[in-house]
């Protein structure tokens, strides 16, 4: 009877911790299951094989989540370099508007450097017109002035004519005359009025004693005014080339 009890204790203690031992390793399988990459029904297949083909076809679904999750991250890795590509493209395309936009005001300036160089040019040309303008009338007058002074000198000349050339006599109410030479021996003097005579007819000597030196002087025309004597005097140094003086006569 003692024999029969111990054996049934034994078997109970068995059974007992064969229970536990099972009830162990389910729970190690299910932390195992959780923490790893694996799947916890494959896990938990390995430790109790389970009958129920629901869990395996749970299985299977996801597995085939898993391989879709792998094929779009291969996806995504091929994806990545045409991004980087259009990446660079943007970056090009963004530096080459900043290129543009640097280069612009360059231009711009460049354009208003052309426009301001343009304007300096027509100025200066318009001055310089301006002042080929002023030259052309400044010559214009000078020669103007020179023609007019030209016609005066001929006006003048026909005017001093009859009394330098014509006149032969002393006329009334002169008082001036025109000395061209002085001698102080009778003879050269003579010989001078002789050639001067023949273009100045009235050419004639006239004595001055209270002279000592040269008293025989040589005058030609007779004029009533000092002005008249003294234009007369300028026309006959411009054509015989000699010096004239402008003397005051007697009655």
Same mark, same amino acid.
């Given at each position: /009877?003692?024999?029969?009890? !111990?054996?049934?204790?034994?078997?109970?203690?068995?059974?007992?911790?064969?229970?536990?031992?099972? *009830? *162990?390793?389910?729970?190690?399988?299910?932390?195992?299951?959780?923490?790893?990459?694996?799947?916890?029904?494959? #896990?938990?297949? /390995?430790?109790?094989?389970?009958?129920d083909s629901g869990l395996i076809e749970n299985s299977g679904e996801h597995g085939q989540e898993t391989d879709q999750m792998h094929s779009s991250e291969i996806n995504h890795l091929n994806a990545e370099p045409t991004h980087k590509i259009e990446?660079? +493209?943007?970056? @090009?395309?963004?530096?080459?508007?900043? !290129?543009?936009?640097?280069? +612009?005001? =360059?231009?711009?300036?460049?354009?208003?450097?052309?426009?301001?160089?343009? @304007?300096?040019? !027509? @100025?200066?040309?318009?001055?310089?017109?301006?002042?080929? @303008?002023k030259t052309s009338a400044v010559k214009s007058a000078k020669k103007t002035a020179s023609k007019s002074e030209a016609a005066d000198k001929v006006a003048a000349e026909k005017s001093v004519e009859p009394q330098l050339i014509l006149q032969t006599?002393?006329?009334?109410?002169?008082?001036?005359?025109?000395?061209?030479?002085?001698?102080?021996?009778? #003879?050269? =003097?003579?010989?001078?009025?002789?050639?001067?005579?023949?273009? $100045?007819?009235?050419?004639?000597?006239?004595?001055?004693? !209270?002279?000592?030196?040269?008293? *025989?002087?040589? #005058?030609?025309? $007779?004029?009533?005014?000092?002005? +008249?004597?003294?234009?007369?005097?300028?026309?006959?140094?411009?054509?015989?080339?000699?010096?004239?003086?402008?003397?005051?006569?007697?009655?």
């Amino acid at each position: /009877m003692g024999v029969i009890i !111990t054996s049934h204790r034994n078997i109970i203690f068995w059974l007992i911790s064969a229970a536990l031992v099972s *009830l *162990l390793f389910f729970v190690c399988g299910y932390m195992l299951g959780k923490s790893s990459v694996v799947d916890p029904n494959a #896990r938990i297949a /390995m430790i109790l094989p389970v009958e129920d083909s629901g869990l395996i076809e749970n299985s299977g679904e996801h597995g085939q989540e898993t391989d879709q999750m792998h094929s779009s991250e291969i996806n995504h890795l091929n994806a990545e370099p045409t991004h980087k590509i259009e990446l660079e +493209k943007k970056e @090009q395309i963004h530096d080459k508007n900043k !290129t543009d936009a640097k280069e +612009k005001p =360059a231009q711009s300036g460049a354009k208003k450097k052309d426009e301001q160089k343009s @304007q300096s040019e !027509t @100025q200066q040309r318009k001055v310089e017109n301006l002042k080929e @303008q002023k030259t052309s009338a400044v010559k214009s007058a000078k020669k103007t002035a020179s023609k007019s002074e030209a016609a005066d000198k001929v006006a003048a000349e026909k005017s001093v004519e009859p009394q330098l050339i014509l006149q032969t006599e002393k006329p009334v109410g002169t008082r001036y005359s025109i000395q061209v030479e002085a001698f102080g021996v009778q #003879r050269n =003097a003579d010989k001078f009025l002789v050639k001067i005579k023949q273009k $100045y007819p009235s050419a004639h000597i006239f004595e001055n004693k !209270t002279k000592k030196r040269l008293p *025989l002087a040589v #005058r030609i025309g $007779y004029f009533k005014s000092y002005r +008249k004597a003294l234009e007369a005097a300028k026309v006959f140094e411009a054509q015989e080339k000699r010096s004239a003086m402008v003397v005051k006569i007697g009655k």
